[in-house]
Each structure stands twice: as structure tokens, then as C-alpha cells.
């Protein structure tokens, strides 16, 4: 884990979002770190809709909101950036009880993530 600008973790971070939208947080495992899962105000883990995670190590990019896509298919949509111009910031990795997913650039290196929910590993 790096040591840099806060993100949106700490409980004051984490009031703030609650208070804004209505979201509540949890925290869940995932191997090497951990992740809290962002969800509507009473509406559990089926209303999550993203999360926050700390940076990873050797990232030279200040913390900030990374959007995810649903793929059917994680290893053919990072192939297929990279077919395109795109380049890969995090290869495809699978998380348990979470599924498959990467990190990618598209060709203004613009940083997206994408997943494929439920998939090997989930």
C-alpha cells in the first residue's frame, strides 16, 4: 500500500460521501488488500453500485474515481483495447466472490476498469 493523498476511506472521507448521497460503506477482503463497497442508503450489497480502493504500489496516479464497465468476457475486452491502441494499467486478475477484472487506458489514456462479474475466481 502507498503512502499518498487520502482517499475515500477514512471515516470523515466516508461521512461526508454518506452525507452528500445517502450511501453506507462496508469493508470486504479481497487478496492484498481490501475494498469498501459503496451502496445506497438500507439497500445492502445488491445496491452497491462501486467502491474505493487504495492504490496500488508503483501507481504514479493520484487517487481519483475510476469507472467500471460489466464485460462478458474480462481477458477479451483487455486484449482487445490493447488491439486498439489502448494499454493495460492492472492485467486481469480474478477476486473471489467479486470476478474477474483490469484496469486499462484508452488511447488519450483516460483510465477505465472493467469486470466481468461472477466469473472465474468469483
Sequence with gaps: MLDRAPLPRSPKDLAFYRKVFGWDAEEMSFPGGSYTVLMT?????????????????GHSTPPQWLPYFEVADCDAVVAKGQDLGGSVLMPAMSAEGIGRMAWLADVVRAPFGVIASGGPGA
Design 41 to 57: 442508503t438500507g439497500a445492502g450489497r445488491e445496491g452497491s453500485f462501486g467502491g474505493v480502493a487504495q492504490l496500488q504500489e
